[in-house]
C-alpha cells in the first residue's frame, strides 16, 4: 500500500510536465523557462554521464551544449509519442555533445605548427623543452577527445538498441574464453552483409541465419546477445580506440 502514494506522484509529474510541454509549444515561455528551471539537475546529469566527469552549470561550456540541446528537444520532442520526453531529451543531449566534441576535434586539428614555437628577437626558437611540451600536450587532448567522441558515438548507438554503457559494463562476460566466443560471433556476424544490414536494421540478432555461421550453441549467443551486439557495433562503426580494446 505503501508505494501507491509514490507512484501516484510519480504519474502527477509526467502530467504535470506533459502540460508545460505542450503549454511552451503553443509558445508559451513561462512553461519554457519552467522547464529548463526546474531540469538543471537532470541536464547536468546527463551531460555528466556522457562525458565521463563531472559537469558544473556556469563553468563548464558542455553544459550551456547540454541546456541548449534539452531546449531543442522541448521544441522537437513529439507531444503525441508514447516515449518518454526525458529519454528523448537525454539523447538529443549526447548527440549534440558528440557535434559539440567533433567540431572541438577538429579545429584543434587546424592549428598549424608554428602556433607552438617560441621566437626571440634575432627569429631563434628558445625554450624548446616548454614548446615540446606544449605539442605533446597537445597530442594528449586530441587523443583524449578522440577517445570521448567515440564514447559519445557509441553510447547513442548503444541506445537505438536499448542498451546503456552501465549495463554493458555489467553483462560483459567475465571469463576470457567466453568474451573470445562472443567476439567469434560478431566478426562473423559483420562479415556476413545480410547478417550485418539486419542487425542495424531490426535492431536484433539475426540469431536463425548467424547459427549456420558460427559454431557457438543457440543458447550461449542468446545468453551473449547484447554483449555480441555491443561488439558488432563497435566492428561496424568508426571506432579505431575501441576497437584496440577487442581484437
Known amino acids: 500500500?505503501?508505494?501507491?502514494?509514490?507512484?501516484?506522484?510519480?504519474?502527477?509529474?509526467?502530467?504535470?510536465?506533459?502540460?508545460?510541454?505542450?503549454?511552451?509549444?503553443?509558445?508559451?515561455?513561462?512553461?519554457?523557462?519552467?522547464?529548463?528551471?526546474d531540469y538543471i539537475p537532470f541536464v547536468a546529469k546527463s551531460a555528466s554521464q556522457a562525458t565521463g566527469r563531472?559537469?558544473?552549470?556556469?563553468?563548464d561550456d558542455e553544459f550551456s551544449v547540454a541546456l541548449t540541446a534539452f531546449n531543442e528537444a522541448i521544441e522537437r520532442y513529439d507531444l503525441d509519442r508514447g516515449t518518454s520526453f526525458l529519454a528523448f531529451a537525454d539523447t538529443v543531449i549526447k548527440r549534440r555533445l558528440i557535434d559539440y566534441f567533433r567540431s572541438k576535434q577538429a579545429n584543434q586539428r587546424d592549428l598549424p605548427f608554428s602556433d607552438f614555437e617560441v621566437e626571440d628577437e634575432e627569429s631563434n626558437i628558445i625554450n624548446y623543452v616548454e614548446v615540446q611540451k606544449s605539442?605533446?600536450?597537445?597530442?594528449?587532448?586530441?587523443?583524449?577527445?578522440s577517445r570521448r567522441d567515440e564514447i559519445l558515438r557509441f553510447t547513442a548507438m548503444l541506445m537505438d538498441f536499448e542498451i546503456s554503457m552501465e549495463e554493458l559494463v555489467d553483462i560483459s562476460p567475465k571469463h576470457q574464453d567466453a568474451r573470445e566466443n562472443a567476439m567469434e560471433v560478431a566478426k562473423a556476424l559483420v562479415s556476413q552483409p545480410e547478417l550485418r544490414?539486419?542487425?542495424l536494421t531490426?535492431?536484433?540478432?539475426?540469431?536463425?541465419?548467424?547459427?549456420?555461421?558460427?559454431?557457438?550453441?543457440?543458447?550461449?549467443?542468446?545468453?551473449?546477445?547484447?554483449?555480441?551486439i555491443a561488439v558488432s557495433l563497435i566492428l561496424i562503426g568508426d571506432f579505431d580506440m575501441l576497437q584496440d580494446y577487442i581484437t
Open 135 to 145: 605539442v605533446e600536450q597537445h597530442q594528449k587532448q586530441l587523443e583524449t577527445d
Open 197 to 199: 544490414d539486419y542487425l
Open 1 to 37: 500500500m505503501g508505494i501507491l502514494p509514490f507512484r501516484r506522484k510519480k504519474a502527477d509529474e509526467t502530467t504535470d510536465l506533459h502540460q508545460l510541454l505542450t503549454r511552451s509549444r503553443c509558445g508559451d515561455e513561462e512553461a519554457r523557462n519552467k522547464i529548463l528551471r
Open 202 to 228: 531490426k535492431k536484433s540478432l539475426p540469431l536463425k541465419a548467424l547459427m549456420n555461421h558460427v559454431a557457438v550453441s543457440r543458447k550461449t549467443i542468446e545468453r551473449q546477445r547484447k554483449y555480441i
Open 54 to 59: 563531472y559537469i558544473r552549470r556556469g563553468q
